[in-house]
T-cell receptor, first 113, second 118 residues
Framework: AQKITQTQPGMFVQEKEAVTLDCTYD???????LFWYKQPSSGEMIFLIY??????QNATEGRYSLNFQKARKSANLVISASQLGDSAMYFC??????????FGGGTRLMVKP | GAVVSQHPSWVICKSGTSVKIECRSL??????MFWYRQFPKQSLMLMAT?????????EQGVEKDKFLINHASLTLSTLTVTSAHPEDSSFYIC??????????????FGDGTRLSIL
């Protein structure tokens, strides 16, 4: 069975500083994908970044980077130079059975001015 | 690209009413769409996988007769909450994936529907 764990229910970060959101996963499938989504208070789910299980390099997308440690089964999201607009819920998710996603419990990030 | 539109965004109705939610992929075709439910301050829980031209696949514990899913075309899936009751009040959100079935394709989400049953 697939399982995603986000151990930080809430986090604060000072504006312009970097922050790391933790994500660990468990799966017996050798091929999988890891995703991070942002959900503002308005509710929409915004795709941020993807990491494939066979990817050799850590994924980066602008201010977002994914610290992928396969042996430890972790896929932490790093947001550099935090902005006030980064305040939101962040969900880590894993694809399985080719199509489906299972989500972690989420981390609420609050950026302080 | 890869825009998913969901309608309506907010519904308030009386107990016993059936409510239909539409999910459309605007600029791509989706043979598979997904329906999720999210309670306040909780994560998304997959309810069912909607397959174009065939029956939906429901997750364990989700009532098929309660949550009717129709995926009549490659760009439209609908979720009908039949005879809704207050406990059905929740945030419902759909998603679809553009491109092939490769695992590196992200799911793109609609903006969600807030359903409030009085």
């Amino acid at each position: 069975a697939q399982k995603i764990t986000q151990t930080q229910p809430g986090m604060f970060v000072q504006e312009k500083e970097a922050v790391t959101l933790d994500c660990t996963y468990d799966t017996s499938d050798p091929s999988y994908g890891l995703f991070w989504y942002k959900q503002p208070s308005s509710g929409e789910m915004i795709f941020l970044i993807y990491q494939g299980s066979y990817d050799q390099q850590n994924a980066t997308e602008g201010r977002y980077s994914l610290n992928f440690q396969k042996a430890r089964k972790s896929a932490n999201l790093v947001i550099s130079a935090s902005q006030l607009g980064d305040s939101a819920m962040y969900f880590c998710a894993m694809s399985y059975a080719g199509n489906m996603l299972t989500f972690g419990g989420g981390t609420r990030l609050m950026v302080k001015p | 690209g890869a825009v998913v539109s969901q309608h309506p965004s907010w519904v308030i109705c009386k107990s016993g009413t059936s409510v239909k939610i539409e999910c459309r992929s605007l600029d791509f075709q989706a043979t598979t769409m997904f329906w999720y439910r999210q309670f306040p301050k909780q994560s998304l829980m997959l309810m069912a996988t909607s397959n174009e031209g065939s029956k939906a696949t429901y997750e364990q514990g989700v009532e098929k007769d309660k949550f009717l899913i129709n995926h009549a075309s490659l760009t439209l899936s609908t979720l009908t909450v039949t005879s809704a009751h207050p406990e059905d009040s929740s945030f419902y959100i759909c998603s679809a994936r553009a491109g092939d079935r490769g695992r590196n394709q992200p799911q793109h989400f609609g903006d969600g529907t807030r359903l409030s049953i009085l």
